[in-house]
C-alpha cells in the first residue's frame, strides 16, 4: 500500500517538474498579417530585427508573417493565373 502512495507521489512530483518547464507564448497587442508587412517595409524590417534578437520571439504570428513578407517581397514569382494556379515566375506578356 505504501509502495503505491510513494509511486503516486513520485509521478505527481514528475509531473510537476515537467510542467515547469513550459512556458506560455502569448500573443501582445494586434497580429499585423502578411500583406500589412509588405506594405510597411520600415516596420517589417524593425520586427525582424526584434525577432532575431530574442528567439523566444521567433515563432510569434508576427515575427512568421513579417518574415513571409520578407520573403515575398524578395521573390521574383507572382500567383498565376493559368488553369493550374500554380505559383509561376512573372511574365509581362499575358
Known amino acids: 500500500m505504501k509502495r ?3 509511486i503516486a507521489m ?3 512530483v ?3 517538474l515537467m510542467l515547469t518547464g513550459c512556458s506560455d507564448r502569448r500573443v501582445e497587442g494586434e497580429v ?3 500583406d500589412w508587412y509588405q506594405a510597411n517595409k520600415v516596420e517589417r524590417s524593425a520586427k525582424l530585427a526584434e525577432c532575431l534578437s530574442n528567439p523566444d520571439n521567433d515563432a510569434t504570428p508576427d515575427c512568421i508573417n513579417a518574415s513571409r513578407a ?3 517581397s524578395k521573390s521574383t514569382t507572382t ?3 493559368g488553369k493550374e494556379e500554380v505559383r509561376t515566375p512573372a511574365s509581362s506578356d499575358d
Open 10 to 12: 513520485a509521478a505527481g
Open 79 to 81: 500567383w498565376g493565373e
Open 4 to 6: 503505491k502512495v510513494y
Open 14 to 16: 514528475l509531473s510537476a
Open 32 to 34: 499585423r498579417s502578411v
Open 70 to 72: 520578407e520573403n515575398d
